[in-house]
């Protein structure tokens, strides 16, 4: 099949001569080009949000021709997904279990294995009630809004040291309807709580990635998301390590740390969190690929 040379956009006798099946293969390959890892996917999704329908909706549609509004909305998408931003800020969302958020380059985009992480506090949390949790450095509030929502939860408290980021994950708040159960306080590790407050659980996704593991990072990483929320020091246990050190000062008798930790660190957080006492015995949970990616202890 032909595809018109000059790309997106090309027309014949000044009428568009795509299908949506035509530029959907035509974008794979172009994104492919470009270092674009799931190319098809990609490019499913961008069309399928510039024509304002489903990717279902999308594959009903294959055989039909392109208008040239449809073409002039797709391609500056098309184009910012080439210059490898990660299509959730392209779009504007992402999914995480049930929830649809909002997310921009203030903020991390939420990854498929935190979502492992609040399926392990909510398999702990089964059976109680009126619970009352912290999450530090929430960004979009992914796993913040995902506990509230599945979870027994009356209140939690979520932190973050950018007021950006605090900013999305308050929109995302409202449009889930949680607000009213979630309480955002800016300020790095504990320094936003009251010295006398306390948590059933004590849950983060922090930076882990160390300072040289910067530059190898895919560039949907490194030129886009905030670095921050992903670099933690020459080491990337420093705050992994703070956090092991401190949670036994802020978790209840009878309550949960939940670590997400980097490739090869759990084992290193674990006998932190042993040596800080306070807690039993860690435990090192799998996230969805089977890798030990999670590290739990309750509190003595």
């Known amino acids: ?105 203030r903020v991390l985009v939420p990854r498929p294995e935190t979502e492992a992480l609040v399926e392990r506090v909510l398999a702990w949390a089964r059976g109680r009630e009126g619970l009352e949790a912290l999450d530090v450095g929430t960004g979009s509030g992914c796993v913040a809004l995902a506990l509230l929502s599945e979870g027994p939860f009356r209140r939690l408290v979520a932190t973050d040291i950018s007021r950006e980021a605090l900013a999305v994950a308050a929109s995302n708040a409202r449009t889930a309807g949680l607000a009213d159960r979630l309480e955002l306080r800016a300020g790095a590790l504990w320094s936003p709580l009251a010295p006398d407050e306390g948590f059933d659980l004590v849950v983060s996704n922090p930076p882990y990635v160390a300072d040289a593991e910067w530059t190898a990072l895919q560039p949907e990483v490194r030129d886009w998301e905030p670095a921050a929320a992903l670099v933690a020091g020459p080491s990337g246990l420093e705050v992994l390590e703070a956090l092991a050190e401190g949670a036994a000062g802020w978790v209840r008798a009878g309550g949960l740390v939940a670590l997400e930790v980097g490739l090869g660190q759990a084992d290193a957080v674990a006998e932190r969190i042993r040596r800080a006492g306070g807690f039993g015995p860690p435990s090192v949970g799998l996230d969805l690929a089977g890798r030990r990616r999670i590290v739990t202890a309750v509190r003595g």
């Open 1 to 105: 099949m032909t595809q018109p040379r000059s790309g997106v956009g090309a027309t014949q006798e000044g009428r568009a001569t795509w299908t949506v099946l035509q530029l959907v293969l035509w974008s794979a390959d172009y994104l492919a080009g470009k270092g674009v890892e799931h190319g098809r996917l990609d490019a499913e999704h961008l069309l399928a949000h510039a024509l304002g329908k489903t990717r279902l909706q999308l594959y009903l549609e294959f055989e039909r021709p392109l208008k040239p509004g449809e073409l002039a909305a797709y391609k500056p998408l098309l184009l910012r997904r080439a210059r490898r931003e990660p299509l959730q800020y392209v779009i504007g969302r992402a999914a995480f279990r049930d929830l649809d958020l909002a997310v921009d380059p």
